[in-house]
């Protein structure tokens, strides 16, 4: 008798765990997949093309508000969660939702859905959303490129338009972002390789994936998201942590399994965080994870024109998920705005348009600047229009990417990047060099 599950996801880890376990297996059947924390990605299919010989008609993606009835109708026997940077107390809350309805409730470990690679895989993961991930994998591979290393990147999952479209995505120009329609979220993760001029893979089979990225790459960078973790083995696990959100290394799902698999921990953000935070922080590695390498680091921001700022009634746009399920409450364009001696920090919540309304009365700890939300086309025009309505001189973009490649506003905008920079001893250099020695790389 096949067993039927249910698999909780967010149009990720979901689809991953589905293709590397659950697809032509013959002793499951996934009955539906539901699907949260991302704007209109429910009501959709898991397409036959990807669904694989057991599932000629794909798979339903219902909204998760409906799992308990989804339970009863298809008389579920387990529900497995694969979604990511959510309390652990949130995870009990739906393992109890699950069981309350007669299922078994599970959580899919690295035994059985990370994939291994014929090349080395350097992973960064996180403890949360925004705790800067993207500027650590960037070092990561400025720092293998210039050893003289062939180095692609392959990013978590973003695959919230045409699945089979999104299957396996090469990214090496801007025009690989137009051809595939990507969304600002996904612009955030690919702009900054591109402008390097590396080569990143995403998409949603990342068993395609692998392979193709084998074919040029000598080292392969997992850039892992929210605070997932790896989908590839990794032969070196970098996890960055957060102190200006001290405690959530311990008490996030599966950020604190990053931690504990941790061979490398960076603490960010030591340049603005209290020192008190610092110390807890470092105090947590050493308790569950004392054999980790520990990385001091700062992540100081580089402002366009910060003489622009001064004076002004500034709109400060901040990246989306660090603030929405990243908890967040203020980020890069805040700290330069302030920094720069803005007049004002213009609240957008009465000019918000749509969706933009929508993250407002959702997410209600953001205030005092935008989330640079953009998840699909309608979205995008509701962030322009919300832009475009509020009165202010100035905007401060602390987004990754160039804003003016997506919206026409009518506002000038200044740029706010940041990058990764140690303190002390080790370095990430030293870190990989001792790494590549040791697999008789260097």
């Known amino acids: 008798m096949k067993k039927k599950v249910i698999i909780m996801g967010a149009a990720g880890r979901d689809f991953h765990n589905f293709n590397t376990y659950f697809r032509d297996n013959e002793n499951y ?31 339903p993606i219902y909204p998760e508000e409906e799992l308990p009835e989804l339970i009863k109708k298809y008389d579920v026997d ?19 939702i699950a069981n309350a309805s007669g299922a078994d409730f599970k959580l899919m470990g690295p035994k059985t859905t990370m994939l291994k690679s014929k090349k080395p895989v350097i992973a960064v993961t996180a403890v949360r959303t925004g705790c800067g991930k993207s500027q650590t994998s960037r070092k990561v591979f400025r720092i293998l490129r210039d050893m003289g290393f062939k180095v692609v990147s392959i990013r978590h999952p973003m695959p ?117 935070n610092i110390d807890l922080v470092r105090k947590h590695i050493m308790e569950i994870n004392p054999d980790a390498v520990v990385i001091d680091a700062a992540s100081p921001l580089f402002v366009d024109h910060p003489e622009r700022i001064r004076g002004k009634r500034v709109l400060a746009i901040e990246d989306g998920p660090t603030l929405t399920h990243g908890e967040m409450t203020y980020g890069a364009a805040v700290i330069a705005a302030m920094k720069y001696g803005a007049a004002e920090l213009v609240d957008a919540r009465d000019y918000a348009v749509g969706s933009i309304v929508d993250t407002y009365k959702k997410y209600p700890h953001i ?33 990754p990417i160039d804003l003016n490649r997506v919206v026409k506003v009518n506002k000038p905008i200044v740029r706010v990047r940041y990058e990764l920079d140690e303190i002390g001893k080790p370095t990430l250099k030293d870190v990989l060099e001792d790494f590549l020695k040791k697999k008789g790389l260097l």
């Open 367 to 399: 205030h005092n600047y935008l989330p640079a939300m953009g998840y699909g086309k309608q979205q995008i025009k509701d962030l322009e229009a919300t832009i475009n309505n509020t009165p202010c001189d100035l905007v401060v973009s602390g987004t």
């Open 78 to 96: 387990e529900v497995v969660f694969a979604y990511s940077d959510v309390s652990h107390e949130y995870v009990m809350h739906k393992a109890s």
């Open 29 to 59: 059947e996934v009955v539906a997949f539901t699907a949260t924390q991302i704007p209109n990605i429910e009501n959709r299919r898991y397409p036959p093309e990807l669904a694989g010989k057991l599932y000629p008609e794909g798979i």
């Open 160 to 276: 919230y338009g045409d699945l089979v479209k999104q299957k396996a995505q090469r990214f090496a120009s801007y025009e690989d972002l137009d051809r595939y329609d990507c969304t600002i979220e996904e612009r955030e993760e690919y702009e900054p390789y591109i402008d390097m001029g590396g080569v990143v893979y995403a998409g949603v089979d990342y068993g395609e994936i692998l392979k193709q990225a084998e074919q040029e790459a000598d080292i392969i960078i997992w850039d892992g998201g929210n605070n997932d973790i790896p989908f590839y083995k990794p032969d070196l696990h970098i996890v960055v942590v957060d102190p200006h959100r001290p405690g959530h290394e311990i008490k996030y799902h599966p950020g604190e399994t990053n931690l504990r698999m941790a061979h490398v921990v960076i603490i960010n953000k030591e340049e603005t965080a209290d020192k008190a």
